[in-house]
């Protein structure tokens, strides 16, 4: 009988799981507890070292473009909205 890993959760760690172990061909399921995803109206930040695994899952900066926005700054602001600090992130910043 074929021995597949059970994956409790299917939240970014799960989802990211699952397509690792595709990859070097071991057969999973992921089982998630949520009946339906739904957006919880939040965003998140990617940091390198996260855009660095999607990029070894064979997600192209392409395919994120479409769903996200990347950073160009870092930056400090007041709560009168003026700009205390600021410096480069992501590729402008090398
Ligand atoms: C408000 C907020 C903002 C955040 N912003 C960022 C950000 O900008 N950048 C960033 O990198 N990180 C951010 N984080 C942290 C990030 O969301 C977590 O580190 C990440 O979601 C953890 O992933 P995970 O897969 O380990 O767990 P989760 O995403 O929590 O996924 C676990 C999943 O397992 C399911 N589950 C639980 N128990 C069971 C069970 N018994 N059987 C089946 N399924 C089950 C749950 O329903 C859930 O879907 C943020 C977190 C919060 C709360």
Redesign the pocket.
């Known amino acids: 009988m074929e021995q597949h890993v059970l994956i409790?959760?299917?939240?970014?760690?799960?989802l990211a799981l699952a397509p690792t172990l595709h990859q070097i061909v071991i057969p999973c399921h992921v089982?998630?507890?949520?009946r339906d995803m739904r957006p919880l109206g939040?965003g998140?930040?990617?940091?390198p070292n996260?855009v660095r695994e999607l990029s070894d899952l064979r997600i192209t900066s392409q395919a994120l473009d479409t769903v996200g926005v990347q950073a160009r700054e870092w930056a400090l602001v007041g709560l009168n909205g003026h700009e205390i600090y600021a410096e480069p992130r992501g590729l402008d910043a090398g």
């Open positions: 409790a959760g299917g939240g970014i760690g799960g089982i998630e507890a949520a939040v998140i930040n990617l940091q996260a």
